[in-house]
């Protein structure tokens, strides 16, 4: 338990911390084990999958369980493909295996870092889809009493980059270990969103988009293998009309997104690009210059708070000229565990 080691490589922020053990965990059974274990040693636990939508402020005083629980089982019926896959699986190779597969449906989130477990967790999206169309259940084992139980898509209560699992759960007491998805044959394009408007609606094949998706990604976001971040830092806001009216009379250029319940959604990296902070340096953390909405550890060498300072900064400067204040979609991670991100940015 005492063991010290290096969470660099486990993280896409790339954040040079250490935690007392790093273990791999291919079963429930194992899962159950490291927890007992951690909690008989008075050590707290950290379940991951790619680190990719976390920040750490400090070394990590507990475990590492990195869930690797493997398998993809499918169902079918007249409509509908139905996927049960262990949450240890990597998301992007999962939307790979479905297409091969001839299962289209998830084309939109090709490319999204990180492992099945956690993409309920914020209900990953891009592109104008996000998981929650697909998601049928989460499986989710208890530690604390040993149950494994299943949340239907309404228990989950997805929102916008949110669920059940985000602040709701405390998330040392649980794992996610297997999510269903349900993936109808009545497939059709899905190119609403404005990067995607160029492509042609008419014969366009889900490998088409996938491939479109891919590339655009590919040019737009830093690789976290060579520059550490953990893609978007703040959530697009969302606002009601009235400010938005006001808003937009000001900045008549101001791209938007309706929301179904009239309220609309803005793009904080617009947002943060309008207050002209694209490229802008604090210490070694720094505003990605090709994309606003991402702050990356500059030559590795940033801390979390640094990381932090420089957040602090761009909400402040976002609210000063637009009287928004962003909110983190990034966890932060202290020594015991989650802490609350949005309190530290204040
Ligand atoms: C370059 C880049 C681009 C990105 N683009 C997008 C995008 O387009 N859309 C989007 O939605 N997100 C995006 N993200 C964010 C990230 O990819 C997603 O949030 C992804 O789901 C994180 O997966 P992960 O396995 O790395 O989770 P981790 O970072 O390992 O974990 C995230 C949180 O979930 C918890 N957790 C993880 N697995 C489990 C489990 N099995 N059981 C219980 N708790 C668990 C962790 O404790 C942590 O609090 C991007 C990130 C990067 C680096």
Aim: positive net charge; proline residues 3%; charged residues 20%.
């Amino acid at each position: 338990m005492s063991n010290i080691v290096t969470l660099k490589y486990f993280n896409s922020f790339a954040m040079n911390v250490c935690a007392h053990s790093i273990n791999k965990v291919y079963s429930e059974h194992e899962l159950l084990m490291y927890w007992k274990k951690a909690t008989e040693h008075d050590k707290s636990v950290l379940l991951l999958g790619g680190g990719c939508n976390v920040l750490f402020l400090e070394n990590f005083n507990g475990i590492v369980l990195l869930n690797r629980i493997k398998g993809v089982l499918v169902n079918e019926d007249d409509s509908a493909w139905y996927l049960h896959v262990g949450a240890g699986e990597i998301w992007h190779r999962l939307v790979v295996y479905s297409l091969s597969k001839n299962m289209p449906g998830l084309e939109n989130l090709a490319l999204i870092p990180g492992y099945v477990g956690a993409a309920p967790i914020q209900n990953i999206g891009a592109f104008g889809v996000e998981l929650q169309q697909f998601c049928e259940y989460v499986d989710v084992l208890q530690f604390y009493n040993e149950n494994r139980i299943r949340l239907n898509a309404t228990e989950c209560q997805f929102g916008y980059r949110d669920s059940i699992f985000k602040n709701k759960l405390d998330n040392q007491q649980y794992a996610i270990v297997a999510v269903g998805l349900k993936i109808n044959k009545n497939w059709y394009p899905i190119l609403r969103y404005k990067s995607l408007r160029s492509l042609n609606v008419s014969g366009i094949t889900p490998y088409q988009i996938f491939n479109f998706i891919c590339k655009l990604r590919q040019k737009i976001l830093p690789d976290p293998a060579i520059i550490g971040n953990a893609g978007s830092f703040f959530k697009n806001p969302i606002i009601d009309e009235n400010m938005f009216n006001t808003l937009l009379r000001y900045n008549p250029d101001m791209p938007y997104y309706l929301q179904r319940n009239g309220s609309v959604k803005l793009f904080a990296g617009w947002l943060i690009d309008r207050c002209h902070l694209k490229g802008y340096r604090l210490g070694n953390a720094a505003v990605y210059n090709k994309q606003a909405l991402i702050l990356i550890n500059c030559n590795q060498r940033a801390t979390g708070m640094e990381i932090i300072k420089l957040a602090s900064y761009v909400r402040n400067k976002v609210a000063d000229r637009f009287s928004i204040w962003l909110e983190p979609e990034v966890r932060f991670i202290a020594a015991q565990g989650e802490v609350d991100a949005l309190q530290l940015l204040q």
